[in-house]
């Protein structure tokens, strides 16, 4: 199942792909896709739509993408899961998983434009797998048991500010969550579609030139490890977003790749979960 919001920011609607490939709105009765949508089961009753062929009408294709989760309680990430990764940006290889923070609110749809934050000169970006949480999860008892709380899976796209976050001080954070840091979508693709989380292929490009190409097989912790780790320091709940880490080919660490200015173009993709083509602008 592949799961939308489509709208205008603030007032988007959910919307289903149908089985002939049309996205189609949901009934407004069947609310948003947010936490309340998998604690209520509503999953399932879209699923009884499709089967009856009971959706609302197309959606036209100048409507917004939004983000295809409303607003989540917590926005989870995962630092340094590529080796690669970790080694261009000279950093050893985590034992455990390196976990910070991003602000909710810096989420975002697919195609919007990303701010470049004032003052900034070392804004960066990294594609990555985004998990989000469909069952509330604390102290799984086993990376096992871990498939049975996810909702879906997404393309994420974690951008950073290099100089916030490792030159100020402190943690990563601040680095992580300025206003529109996180593009997300277009789809929420359910674990039913997604054939193996660990045999994406990822790819990011800055105006036309390819900077990331990498697998989901190569990370570190996979997504199973990930949610039960996660689970054993803080209680996941429904509509949750895990970003699980990118792999090499970001500007840090590379004298030789610029950092992103106003008027860059960035378009990212995961293997059957869409993509994404956000404009860079100054805030």
């Not at 409303?70 to 050893?92: F, M, Q, W």
């Not at 004298?255 to 993509?275: A, C, H, K, M």
């Amino acid at each position: 199942m592949r799961l939308a919001r489509v709208g205008q920011l603030g007032r988007e609607r959910a919307a289903v792909e149908d089985e002939k490939g049309i996205l189609r709105f949901l009934p407004e009765t069947m609310g948003d896709i947010d936490g309340q949508f998998w604690i209520d089961g509503r999953r399932d009753e879209v699923q009884r739509l499709l089967q009856a062929n009971a959706l609302g009408e197309p959606v036209a294709e100048s409507e917004r993408r939004g983000s295809p989760i409303a607003k989540p309680e917590k926005v989870i990430c995962i630092g340094l899961n590529y080796r690669d990764h970790a080694l261009e940006t000279g950093s050893p290889i985590p034992e455990e998983p390196i976990i910070f923070m991003k602000a909710p609110n810096c989420v975002v749809g697919p195609n919007d434009q990303i701010l470049i934050p004032r003052g900034s000169l070392k804004t960066d970006w990294e594609v990555e797998l985004g998990v989000v949480i469909g069952e509330r999860a604390r102290y799984l008892d086993s990376v096992d048991d871990a498939a049975a709380v996810i909702g879906g899976y997404c393309v994420s796209h974690d951008v950073s500010e290099r100089e916030y976050q490792l030159e100020r001080g402190g943690q990563w954070d601040k680095g992580k969550s300025c206003e529109t840091f996180n593009p997300l979508g277009p789809w929420l693709v359910t674990p039913d579609d997604v054939l193996s989380p660990q045999a994406l292929g990822l790819q990011l490009s800055v105006n036309g030139v390819l900077r990331q190409d990498g697998s989901t097989s190569d990370m570190i912790f996979d997504v199973p490890y990930i949610v039960w780790y996660l689970s054993q320091f803080m209680v996941l709940e429904p509509g949750d977003l895990i970003n699980t880490g990118t792999p090499k080919g970001v500007s840090l660490g590379h004298d030789d790749v610029p950092f992103l200015s106003p008027g860059d173009l960035v378009e990212l993709s995961i293997d059957g979960l869409g993509s994404q083509r956000s404009l860079l602008v100054q805030a």
